[in-house]
């Protein structure tokens, strides 16, 4: 498995993970709405019930984030390899590898830091339709485009 595989993996399972983290938290609310309805009354109930309803709009916000997520990792080829930077690329400027796909937190494979972001943020629209040795700033920090995969 290379370099690139081994993150588009390590990335896939993440946002999968936490799908499933989500889904579990809101059947469990829903279950404990159901069982809290057969035996409560009065407003402490309805106080109950209605914060587990906001905690439930919350989660499944993020579980629609999440699912967003795996949909747009879903359309990367991980062993598909550019010449120009493109959703999925694997991108090595000033030293620091960034994977453009959706932000999500920093990792690391094999001991190399690895900077998932979007190609909406800042860094990413600079990057996109560019080739190794593209040169650019962004906040006064000059960027050289070392390679592409």
Do not use: C, W
Not at 42 to 60: N, V
Request: hydrophobic fraction near 40%; charged fraction near 25%.
């Amino acid at each position: 498995m290379t370099f690139k595989e081994k993150i588009y993996s390590h990335y896939t399972q993440m946002v999968q993970d936490r799908i499933d983290v989500f889904r579990d938290m809101i059947s469990n609310l829903t279950e404990d709405s159901k069982n809290d309805a057969k035996g409560s009354a009065g407003d402490k109930h309805e106080t109950a019930l209605s914060m587990m309803h906001i905690e439930q709009e919350k989660l499944t916000n993020k579980l629609k984030e999440a699912i967003a997520q795996i949909a747009i990792l879903d359309k990367i080829d991980p062993i598909k390899a550019t010449e120009n930077i493109v959703l999925g690329s694997l991108v090595k400027a000033n030293g620091i590898y960034l994977y453009v796909t959706v932000a999500l937190p920093k990792i690391a494979i094999d001991g190399i830091n690895v900077i998932a972001l979007s190609p909406q943020s800042p860094l990413g629209n600079h990057l996109m339709g560019n080739k190794a040795g593209f040169k650019f700033e962004i906040n006064k920090t000059h960027y050289t485009i070392e390679s592409v995969e």
